[in-house]
């Protein structure tokens, strides 16, 4: 017992070790008025596995690596809530996604749905064929998108008899590759062909379909009551969630791969050219173009973060667009698209995790107003108990801030595309 303690703690300062030799310096970090929040190692074997994904909502930062491990993170303060391996190490994992209460993700073909609050499932089960994208979330369902173009929708609870619900399905043309993205009111999601298709959220009833005329390889992204839409032509579309009509249009010039960045009064786009375009989310005119930037990382009163086509943290002002600040890095880094706070989240393959912030910004800027806390489940509440089993989630010690240490069965066939009877598809065969 007291040597795997001393096994446990070796490999633990190692770790951070590790971490802290792979961090920008603060005095690099100061050159250009930011300072670290703090810093952490999500949980991976570095000879074998990396860091997948990692996903920003409501302060908590989810990440994602490819031996399926979840790991929870308050975006705040860099303490670790709970880590989750989920599935087989050996599958590939698609996801997280996350909402206010849920986690969801897919290893295989089979779903997994974990309580935001703990890691723990509250539900399990096979998917009706071989998934092309992570899950998406809506308030009631939980949308996994197949290779064959259909999205099948999930309910997030159950009959008065505890039993699964009978999952309903839209058909569409064409590969589904991308995410889809799930509102308040729709259920949106593209495919290879370039169509784009808005259902409802909450029944299974189609909105409208749209041609693109390109593919679409980024996910769609969401700034109420537009769906912005970013093709691999470089043209970003800003449409009405309701109606599908066109709002405004805008041309980048170059193919687009990455998420459109809706922030306050603009729109942030990177194109392959490689550039960063700051666009007007009201008119879609060309507010500003930063060159040699290839991703956006977070805005706040004055300036706009991203990462370069070297590799480096480049910060720009945010009226005009023009550099006034650039640190390079010795190893490859992924900014995090965060359109709800002024910090800047960096993350790498190996895991290390920096949160970043403007020297005298102690309180984040929100965009938007801030999202509730979720609440804690009820003492009591069990586990529910389904085959396969995850392994079971682990709790985690909070990380140190910056002082030095980092911080089932198959589903019921449905009755129908569209949940109604193949005749009434209005897509056809």
Known sequence: MAFTAIALSCTALVSIAFSATRLISQEELYRVGLTRAWFGQAQLDRSRNHLDRAVLKADRLTVLTSAG?????????????????????????????????????????????????????????????????????????????????????????????????????????????????????????????GNLYVGDSEDPKMRYRLETGSEILAPPAYRKPFVLVAAASGEVFAMQEMTGEREWKYGTGFPVTRTPAPVGDHVYVTSEEPALHCIDAKTG????????????????????????DLGGLVVLDAAKGSVVGRIATDHPIQSLVN??????????????IQCLREIDAKEPLYHSPKEPEMKKPEAGAQQQAEQPQPRPAEKSAPAKKESGQPAGEKPEKPAGPFGVPDSENPFGN
């Not at 500003?288 to 973060?305: C, G, I, M, T």
């Not at 800047?344 to 895991?351: E, F, Q, R, T």
């Open 285 to 308: 005119s060309m507010v500003w173009k930063a060159p040699h930037v290839l991703q956006f990382a977070a805005e706040s009163k004055n300036r706009v973060y991203g990462v370069d």
């Open 339 to 352: 359109e709800q706070t002024d910090r800047v989240y960096l993350i790498s393959d190996d895991g290390v």
């Open 69 to 193: 491990v979840v790991q929870d993170f308050n975006a705040l303060t860099g303490a670790i809530f709970w880590t989750a391996p989920i599935g087989r190490e050996d599958f590939p994992s698609l996801g997280p996604t996350c909402s206010d209460k849920f986690v969801a993700l897919v290893n295989g073909s089979t779903l997994y749905v974990l309580d935001r609050a703990d890691g723990r499932p509250v539900d399990i089960r096979r998917v009706g064929g071989a998934p092309g994208a992570a899950p998406a979330l809506s308030k009631k369902y939980v949308f996994v998108p197949l290779v064959n173009g259909r999205i099948e929708g999930y309910s997030l609870a159950k009959d008065k008899n505890d039993k699964k619900l009978t999952p309903w399905y839209y058909q569409s043309m064409g590969r589904t590759m991308v995410a889809p993205l799930a509102t308040p009111e729709s259920i949106i999601w593209t495919t290879e062909m």
